[in-house]
């Protein structure tokens, strides 16, 4: 009996975890390249009172065997990199990736960062940077002269100046073998880890990278109908395991009075 209670906890703390990963989708359905998080879980070892096959008496095979689990664990949680919606902006730096890649940001410390958020401006010295004031990747820099800026579906990027247009440099991409083998930092940031491999560098439109969409934002590939019914899933779940143990409370009661 008491290892019905040991198996709904488990139930109940993976269901809370669910609900959190559901809340953390939730609250960035408006963050601009947001992807949104799915939990995995496996089952936890069996107690095995008798094996299959066994021989149940001469010449006899068990066809199955009888075996009691243990609960469920928590395996890892992934992150799914599908697309999400293309959203105008109208400004000029905005940029969005249609397809597979990510930019590669710059830290103040020299490391690299990725994100498919695009929401870029300039600083104080012409830099394309962040929302956070990381640099964009190689770094570009806009004339202070420059009346407008123009990104091409290549990533080639073109400042229009008084003296005529000219070009400061192109954006790149980076795949990685394993998109869900990277780490999400917060602030719209991925840090590469052994899982996900190395970056590879690459041109836009080509083998096989997206292409650059210039005035438009990737938005959050959260769709709350999904999450909404996650949700309602993940709450019954918790309910029923709680059940399971108010119920193996009350036999134990019932067990407690016959042996009065």
Same mark, same amino acid.
């Not at 980076?174 to 590469?192: D, H, I, S, V, W």
């Given at each position: 009996m008491l290892r019905a209670f040991s198996t709904a906890a488990t139930g109940m703390d993976a269901q809370q975890m669910m609900v959190d990963t559901i809340a953390n989708n939730i609250a960035n359905a408006n963050t601009s390249g947001f992807k949104r998080t799915q939990v995995n879980f496996q089952d936890l070892l069996y107690v095995k009172m008798q094996e299959a096959g066994r021989e149940i008496?001469?010449?006899?095979?068990?066809?199955?065997?009888?075996?009691?689990?243990?609960?469920?664990? /928590?395996?890892?949680? /992934?992150?799914?990199?599908?697309?999400?919606?293309?959203?105008?902006? @109208?400004?000029?730096?905005?940029?969005?990736?249609? @397809?597979?890649?990510?930019?590669?940001?710059?830290?103040?410390n020299g490391e690299y960062r990725y994100t498919r958020d695009g929401a870029f401006q300039k600083d104080t010295n012409g830099l394309i940077v962040t929302s956070g004031g990381n640099q964009l990747n190689p770094g570009l820099t806009v004339p202070t002269n420059?009346?407008?800026?123009?990104?091409?579906?290549?990533?080639?990027?073109?400042?229009?100046?008084?003296?005529?247009?000219?070009?400061?440099?192109?954006?790149?991409?980076?795949?990685?073998?394993?998109?869900?083998?990277?780490?999400?930092?917060?602030?719209?940031?991925?840090?590469? /880890? @052994?899982?996900s491999g190395t970056a590879v560098a690459g041109n836009p439109g080509e083998n096989g990278y997206g292409t650059i969409l210039s005035q438009y934002l990737e938005k959050s590939n959260v769709e709350m109908v999904t999450e909404l019914v996650n949700l309602i899933t993940a709450q019954r779940a918790y309910e029923i395991n709680s059940r399971c143990i108010r119920v193996g409370d009350d036999m134990l009661k019932e067990l407690n009075q016959l042996v009065r």
């Open positions: 008496s001469s010449g006899v095979i068990a066809p199955s065997g009888m075996e009691v689990g243990s609960g469920v664990k /928590t395996a890892s949680t /992934t992150k799914i990199f599908s697309p999400g919606e293309m959203q105008a902006t @109208g400004n000029q730096l905005d940029l969005a990736i249609q @397809g597979d890649g990510f930019f590669q940001i710059l830290l103040p420059a009346t407008s800026v123009d990104i091409s579906l290549d990533g080639t990027v073109s400042a229009e100046t008084p003296t005529g247009s000219q070009v400061i440099g192109s954006v790149q991409l980076y795949r990685f073998p394993n998109n869900a083998g990277l780490t999400a930092e917060g602030g719209n940031l991925y840090k590469e /880890t @052994g899982a």
